[in-house]
């Protein structure tokens, strides 16, 4: 018996119709779809018609579901990894089954989709030839440190950002890489409100403490061009 396939299947950050054909045929022809947060993608799915049993799968019970996963892998099985939103594995649950497959010589196919630190990096205009990706900055310990290991990183940096958090960060990039630093943050990327601020630190934090912070936030870091 020939083993499955796991595919890794990125959805919308925000517009419904960013997601592929591929990616629909796909969803609609595995034996079932690891979801993040079964809510969710059953919202895509009943959006474009497909009806396919829907598994739990989160950072919460990812360890203890990869080997299940894996045996049905082998057993000839086929799976979809789906995240709330963008690509799985990119701060989102997925990167340690894709390489439990990997290592077991297992399958794996990625299809092409969104990722809201690449789309909001194309749209900042800052340097995108080379950059870093941080993913999520530490909620409270750890948080300065990683600040100040940008002061002569000269690449872009992106951060994902809560709206909760941004005004406290935004403040502490001012404190420790210095008022002048550039930067963009995107904000409901592809959504109807979808919006965009650039411009120093300073000016950046003087917009969201007279305009409440809402949605999902991507932050990029300009980088030190001295």
């Known amino acids: 018996m020939s083993s499955g396939t796991l595919y890794i299947v990125p959805t919308p950050i925000?517009?419904?119709?960013?997601i592929t054909y591929r990616a629909i045929e796909v969803l609609g022809r595995v034996d079932a779809i690891l979801a993040e947060d079964t809510r969710q993608t059953k919202k895509l799915l009943?959006?474009?018609?497909?009806?396919?049993?829907?598994?739990?799968?989160?950072?919460?019970?990812e360890h203890k579901n990869l080997?299940?996963?894996?045996?049905?892998?082998?057993?000839?099985?086929?799976?979809?990894?789906?995240?709330?939103?963008?690509?799985?594995?990119?701060s989102d649950p997925g990167f340690l089954l894709i390489r439990e497959a990997v290592k077991e010589g297992l399958g794996v196919v990625t299809l092409p989709g969104a990722v809201a630190a690449i789309v909001a990096l194309v749209n900042s205009g800052l340097?995108?030839?080379?950059?870093?990706?941080?993913?999520?900055?530490?909620?409270?310990?750890g948080k300065q440190t990683k600040i100040l290991s940008l002061v002569e990183e000269k690449r872009t940096?992106?951060?994902?950002e809560s709206p909760h958090r941004i005004v406290k960060t935004l403040s502490m990039i001012k404190e420790l890489l210095g008022e002048e630093r550039g930067i963009v943050i995107g904000r409901e990327l592809t959504k109807k409100f979808e919006e965009y601020v650039r411009g120093t630190v300073t000016e950046v934090l003087a917009h969201f403490e007279t305009n409440a912070p809402k949605g999902e936030f991507v932050l990029l870091v300009a980088g030190n061009e001295k």
Do not use: W
Request: hydrophobic fraction near 30%; charge should be negative; proline fraction near 6%.
């Open 14 to 18: 925000g517009n419904l119709g960013d």
């Open 46 to 61: 009943d959006h474009y018609g497909v009806e396919k049993k829907l598994i739990p799968y989160h950072q919460h019970n």
């Open 67 to 90: 080997n299940v996963v894996i045996d049905k892998l082998k057993g000839g099985e086929s799976f979809a990894v789906c995240t709330d939103a963008g690509m799985p594995g990119i």
């Open 127 to 141: 340097p995108c030839d080379t950059f870093v990706y941080e993913g999520f900055l530490p909620h409270k310990k």
């Open 157 to 160: 940096t992106i951060f994902y």
